[in-house]
């Protein structure tokens, strides 16, 4: 819908602006946050290894599953509706987290606060695309993203902060705080607007997703416990298979499918998914894992902690921004692909530092990362729409924004599957493996970085014999995560640099940008 008077008076649509930007802010706050009170919380209210990883997982997996569902409500009843609803939902979790005194409800309510998110973020977006236009229309979404990039920047340092002097109910409440501000701009000043020719909501498609996504994370999660091949994993495992046929059966029967599958037929759009993944593999892992080593294993405090992490998260602030520059310069796909190598470095290098537990020594290597991670991170939201036709570019934001942030929680549960397995081989290095409920929590607890639980669960193996074990399976995993991220350089290489078929893409993404 046109919108004349946005070039005449853009100073009365900022209010919009903020109310959004102050959402988007609290989103990844909340993600990072919760990865630096999970340890206190441990210490708090105790729990399972498996129960606290649910605080931080139950987040990423339910917002990644309902952010589709979320734009197509949106749409339908309105946009205004659904970004209010988000917002508040959001905030009145937030307020009874910081109240609560049982992990379980913790962990049931920030599955429900990704779901808070995923509507706050559909209907904020789309709010944004309907009073903005043209290049304002692009100034608007980049001020987005970069309040994505002060969430991700400060989110550590902030919830280290407030640990330290409030303790870790303070982290939740502030969010609140945050929320109830952008819901007091946005109920006066945003206009409810809906899509006319919206087909309604997928809801088996969205079941079907939303069940295959949450067993899938399940039986990742329940590998370090259970093992790989129990019959709970297996059996959950084969569901998913059994769910994702039946989602791909239903997809291509539906006129208006959640999830448009003829999409991955353009061989470059394969290559833009590849981009979120490899950045939750490089990155955004390391967001809940290396708070986790400063605290439990190296002994830092909260602050201290969040100190430490602004190292890999400050480049985000500017790297994106500076990303579209080199475009004139070089192609997208290149800058990219550029970004990921040297992510990969940086990972290769931060592994050593991690072996030696040479905390200040993992200081440059993480700013390498961050660098890396900020080029294809700048770049790869306008990649998702331009690598299909402009008629697709809808279908194509919402599977990438689905990609991005369910990635994120598969990956979550990959690597968390992956360090405990290499933290029970170096333990059957030290000790005979007795398959015990003592010796399998000390994996679980010591690939969480909880040092002092694993050490009270093996009483005959020293504090410093379990920290070299998390340290040689923290490097081996990162020296892994190095390798995923090389693969994907070649798959994103491959995919937006090498000349295609005009049929294969819209745009080619490996001419520099005039």
Not at 23 to 40: C, D, K, N, R
């Amino acid at each position: 819908m046109s919108n004349p008077s946005i070039a005449a008076a853009p100073a009365s649509k900022m209010p919009v602006l903020v109310a959004v930007c102050l959402a988007g802010i609290i989103l990844p706050l909340s993600f990072v946050s919760g990865s630096i009170a999970t340890p206190v919380i441990s210490r708090e209210l105790g729990g399972s290894a498996q129960a606290l990883s649910w605080i931080t997982n139950a987040f990423m997996l339910s917002f990644g599953c309902f952010l589709m569902a979320a734009g197509s409500l949106a749409d339908e009843v309105g946009r205004k509706k659904v970004f209010i609803s988000g917002v508040s939902l959001f905030a009145l979790l937030s307020g009874l987290i910081g109240f609560s005194s049982s992990l379980l409800w913790i962990d049931v309510m920030r599955a429900l606060q990704g779901v808070a998110a995923a509507a706050a973020l559909a209907g904020g977006s789309a709010s944004l695309a309907q009073e903005f236009e043209g290049r304002a229309q692009m100034r608007a979404f980049s001020m987005l993203g970069s309040s994505f990039g002060i969430g991700l920047a400060f989110g550590p340092f902030l919830a280290g902060l407030l640990i330290a002097h409030f303790g870790w109910r303070a982290v939740f409440l502030s969010s609140m705080v945050i929320a109830l501000l952008s819901l007091s701009i946005g109920v006066s000043r945003l206009r409810e607007s809906k899509n006319p020719d919206a087909a309604g909501i997928d809801w088996p498609g969205t079941v079907l997703f939303t069940a295959m996504l949450a067993l899938l994370t399940w039986a990742l999660m329940a590998i370090p416990a259970q093992g790989a091949d129990s019959a709970l994993v297996l059996s959950l495992l084969a569901a998913t298979v059994v769910l994702l046929v039946l989602f791909v059966g239903v997809e291509k029967r539906l006129k208006h499918p959640m999830l448009d599958l003829s999409l991955f037929r353009y061989a470059r759009f394969i290559g833009v998914q590849a981009l979120p993944l490899a950045t939750a593999f490089a990155f955004v892992v390391l967001l809940v894992l290396l708070p986790m080593q400063f605290i439990g294993v190296a002994g830092m405090t909260e602050q201290q902690a969040g100190l430490m992490m602004m190292a890999l998260s400050l480049p985000m602030l500017f790297v994106p921004m500076f990303a579209p520059l080199l475009t004139h310069w070089i192609s997208a796909g290149l800058v990219c692909t550029l970004g990921l190598l040297i992510s990969a470095v940086g990972l290769g290098w931060l592994s050593q530092a991690i072996l030696h537990q040479n905390m200040l020594g993992a200081l440059v290597p993480m700013v390498v990362i961050g660098v890396g991670i900020g080029l294809p991170w700048g770049l790869m939201d306008g990649l998702s729409i331009s690598v299909v036709p402009k008629e697709r570019a809808g279908m194509a934001t919402g599977i990438f924004s689905t990609t991005r942030v369910a990635g994120e929680g598969i990956a979550l549960a990959i690597v968390g599957a992956m360090l405990a397995g290499f933290v029970g081989h170096g333990l059957q290095k030290i000790v005979p493996v007795t398959h015990s409920a003592s010796e399998s929590q000390a994996i679980q607890r010591l690939a969480t970085g909880d040092l002092y639980q694993a050490s009270l669960a093996l009483p005959n193996v020293s504090a410093s014999q379990l920290t070299l074990i998390y340290a040689d399976a923290f490097h081996q995993l990162l020296l892994w995560l190095a390798a995923i991220t090389l693969v994907s350089a070649v798959i994103v290489y491959a995919a937006l640099c090498l000349r295609k078929s005009p049929a294969t893409a819209s745009e080619p993404l490996c001419e520099t940008d005039q």
